[in-house]
């Protein structure tokens, strides 16, 4: 009998790899979410998302490290968390002078309804919080070997810094050895493959974006421009989804950012998504390859056998699959 059931293991393998590899990530993803939120509210939508994903048990968000260099992008972070039960997630911040405006909504770490806090938390400046690389080293240093999964949806300041990190008294290993290391996967949302133009979280930082192009030491898979283009979220879902609660802070962001009738772009929800769920049959991948960015931050991608990169890409046959499940994973209600 032991002997049919190894055989019968073997041939389910064969037949169906992602089985194996599905039983093997029974284990909540360790995520670390780097966003620069308060530039577009697709960062808003995504950090909802994760919480969802962290209340069915797929991933743990260790941390989230912010690229946009205003004081309020943390405590916007951390109202989120709160909202969502979770207020307690370390928060990084970088001082690069790189989008150094509020934004359109995270001046709502600020609102106030009869004198106390509409969504509570208790970072009130990006001042008061630790470097971004300080809190990427102390996550991956805590972490399990080969595990983590970073979602990189804003600019790449802060994994260029920590790939040029030192040994210190978190880790002996350097940045770069720390990476290689602890990190399974880099989710980047990043790139235009298919325009032929630089993008946004590119051009904001393109030095960093060529440090980490160049250096990084583990997988990288790209959700270019072209894909959360055409995954629009549905404005109806934010008018009837999350009704659930009198003020929500991913509406209100939408709504501050640009109210409907409005379909926004998904392109931060895909790396998320993809991050967490990469054997849910969402996506398509490209062949491996290189990814290479210009001076003026124009991406190409360069096939090779042996290449670290890949990009997403979408099947019209799937967009409705996909398009549920970030509506469902965005209004899914926090857990009690």
Request: proline share 7%; charged share 20%.
């Amino acid at each position: 009998m032991k002997l049919q059931l190894c055989a019968l293991f073997v041939l389910l393998v064969a037949v169906c790899p992602g089985a194996l590899f599905a039983q093997q990530r029974l284990d909540p993803v360790p995520l670390i979410f780097d966003t620069d939120i308060g530039n577009d509210v697709d960062d808003v939508l995504a950090l909802g998302m994760i919480h969802s994903l962290q209340s069915r048990g797929e991933c743990e968000l260790l941390a989230v490290t912010i690229t946009k260099d205003h004081e309020l992008a943390a405590p916007f972070v951390d109202a989120v968390n709160t909202f969502y039960g979770r207020g307690d997630i370390p928060i990084g911040v970088c001082r690069s002078g790189v989008t150094p405006a509020p934004g359109k909504f995270n001046l709502l770490a600020t609102q106030r309804d009869n004198g106390k806090l509409r969504y509570p938390h208790d970072l009130t400046s990006g001042n008061d919080a630790p470097d971004a690389v300080a809190v990427l080293r102390k996550s991956l240093a805590d972490a399990k070997d080969g595990s983590v999964v970073i979602a990189q949806v804003g600019f790449s300041t802060n994994l260029a810094n920590l790939l040029s990190s030192k040994a210190d008294r978190v880790s002996p290993l350097s940045g770069a050895e720390l990476i290689k290391q602890k990190v399974r996967l880099l989710s980047i949302m990043a790139g235009g493959f298919t325009n032929g133009r630089g993008e946004y979280n590119l051009i904001k930082d393109i030095p960093s974006a060529k440090v980490v192009v160049a250096d990084w030491p583990t997988p990288m898979v790209w959700s270019g421009y072209a894909v959360g283009l055409s995954l629009a979220y549905p404005h109806q879902s934010i008018l009837r989804d999350y009704g659930y609660v009198e003020h929500h802070p991913l509406v209100e962001a939408y709504m501050l950012y640009q109210p409907p009738p409005h379909d926004r772009p998904t392109w931060d929800l895909t790396s998320v998504l993809y991050g967490v769920r990469p054997d849910h049959g969402y996506f398509e991948l490209s062949e491996p390859g290189q990814v290479l960015i210009a001076d003026d931050g124009v991406t190409t991608f360069k096939a090779a056998a042996n290449g670290r990169d890949r990009y997403i890409l979408v099947r019209d046959d799937l967009r409705f699959k996909v398009l549920e499940a970030l509506q469902l994973l965005s209004s899914q209600p926090p857990s009690k």
